[in-house]
């Protein structure tokens, strides 16, 4: 698969395995896929990786016109000796350097087998520091086909700036039509937005890292609480393959990992770069048309992502390696702990204010279809970063209603009781927070995602 090539010197490429010339049109870039490595002999950990890789049998180029396809050509087994590095130890060594100097470290390294993931949102600012090393690079996206219009109006802005082709990887189209046709158009609202990524994001980009030994992401620390946290500036990659095939055959790396947000912007500012006019509109993360909607002043930028669910699962599998699989906190598909939801963690929401409602006392609540006072209940996990971040809000509501008349809950929605709590009680996300009014059956769902108490009481006091 050919990917976006540029070159702005012609001096040639130290530790590289091919030679910068002026022009880009000089440079023969093979396709993404269209040749395998079989050195199999080698055995490395998720810690190590093979840097001595020598691409044998490379199909003729193709023509641009024809989609490309994964790596189907198998060459004979070599046995010379390669080279290990530890990427731990390299993560380690750059924790401090800056963009520019992980990006240069990156190209020189990997040279024409590694890619940019270029997503059409701020990590433009990877293709910028690419660019500004002087060497050669090659851009990637996935287009799932339904990304909003301004995203593909950018894609063609970039590509135009930078004097670049960035070469785009589709969904299988039998896949596509085999899901829609079985389950709609919409069907992530209801079950969960993985199934679909799978097909759209996942799969194409599959096909496209098998013809790599190493890609470049725009991750930052600070773009996800629940799964995002300790990224690192290089690893390799824990759950997709490269170029040679198997465990370690794919390094990723991840230049602005250290990078806050605000930082990103000042940069693209100072740099003038083009943006997609969807950050001017409240978008801050950008995916899918369906899947992404703009937040509001103060809110996490994760939270205009699959807001229709829990925090922990906001990965749409591209970096599903970021999701805890440790014994005390292994996530589920659905985002939970130890496999039914129920992860060990300290409770929140303690007060003597805060009455704690058990199965059997919230579905009495449920019941009734005449109470004697109003109660407000919040739906929580205790592991959920949004729980935690509305916490002391919550306990200030509670106080604040003392004595009125209003009851304040809690109930632990996770684990066992998460599937009751989505069927009866409207749980989509965690925190849900119901009211439950006194002289009706049917609780009333808040719909705002802004927890502060002032919020919180308005809702109150204009239902009680």
């Known amino acids: 698969m050919a990917f976006a090539v540029t070159s702005s010197s012609s001096a040639a490429i130290s530790g590289s395995s091919f030679s910068r010339s002026s022009s880009s049109a000089d440079l023969k870039v093979p396709q993404i896929g269209s040749f395998r490595l079989a050195d199999r002999y080698a055995t490395v950990n998720l810690s190590q990786k093979r840097c001595a890789v020598k691409p044998v049998n490379a199909e003729p180029k193709r023509n641009d016109s024809l989609l490309p396809q994964a790596a189907s050509i198998s060459a004979p087994e070599v046995s010379e000796k390669v080279e290990v590095e530890d990427f731990e130890q390299l993560a380690k060594e750059l924790d401090n350097a800056s963009p520019l100097e992980i990006m240069d470290k990156a190209l020189e390294k990997f040279g024409n087998d590694i890619a940019i993931a270029f997503s059409g949102a701020e990590d433009v600012a990877l293709i910028e520091y690419a660019k500004l090393t002087g060497r050669p690079f090659r851009v990637f996206s996935l287009d799932t086909g339904r990304l909003n219009p301004e995203t593909y109006r950018f894609f063609d802005e970039v590509e135009k700036h930078y004097g670049i ?52 992401t725009g991750q930052r620390k600070d773009q996800s609480p629940g799964t995002r946290s300790e990224v690192p500036i290089v690893q390799v990659d824990p759950v997709f393959e490269g170029l040679e095939g198997g465990v370690g055959s794919l390094v ?28 001017s509109q409240g978008f801050v993360s950008i995916g899918c048309e369906p899947c992404t909607r703009p937040v509001l002043p103060g809110q996490h930028e994760r939270e205009g992502r699959w807001w229709w669910e829990d925090a922990k699962a906001k990965e749409c599998g591209l970096h599903k390696g970021n999701l805890k699989q440790d014994g005390s906190a292994q ?27 058990s199965r059997a006392g919230i579905e009495n609540l449920a019941r009734l279809e005449s109470r004697k006072e109003p109660w407000i209940v919040v739906l929580y996990a205790p592991w959920c970063p949004y729980c935690q971040a509305m916490e002391e809000s919550y306990v200030a509501l509670a106080e604040k209603l003392a004595g009125s008349g209003v009851k304040v809950a809690k109930f632990r ?40 108490v002032d919020s919180l009481m308005a809702f109150v006091n204009a239902l009680r």
Not at 331 to 357: E, K, M, P, R, Y
Not at 436 to 445: E, G, L, R, T
Request: hydrophobic residues 35%.
């Open 413 to 452: 929605a996770d684990g066992e009781q998460k599937e009751y709590a989505q069927k009866e009680l409207q749980l989509g996300s965690f925190p849900t927070i119901l009211f439950f009014p006194k002289h009706s059956a049917k609780p009333i769902k808040y719909g705002s995602e802004k927890r502060d």
């Open 165 to 216: 082709r960035i070469e785009y990887m589709f969904p299988d189209a039998v896949e596509v039509q085999a899901l829609v046709r079985s389950k709609g158009l919409f069907s992530f609202y209801e079950d969960g937005h993985q199934e679909c990524c799978r097909v759209r994001k996942v799969r194409p980009l599959r096909r496209a890292l098998k013809g790599l030994r190493a890609w470049i």
């Open 331 to 357: 996530l589920n598909g659905n985002g939970n702990g130890n496999g039914n939801g129920a992860a060990a963690h300290t409770d929140i929401f303690d007060s003597q204010s805060l009455v704690t409602l």
């Open 252 to 279: 990723k790396w991840n230049p602005v990992a250290n990078v806050d947000g605000t930082d990103i912007w000042n940069f693209l500012r100072a740099m003038n770069v083009p943006v997609n006019s969807l950050h």
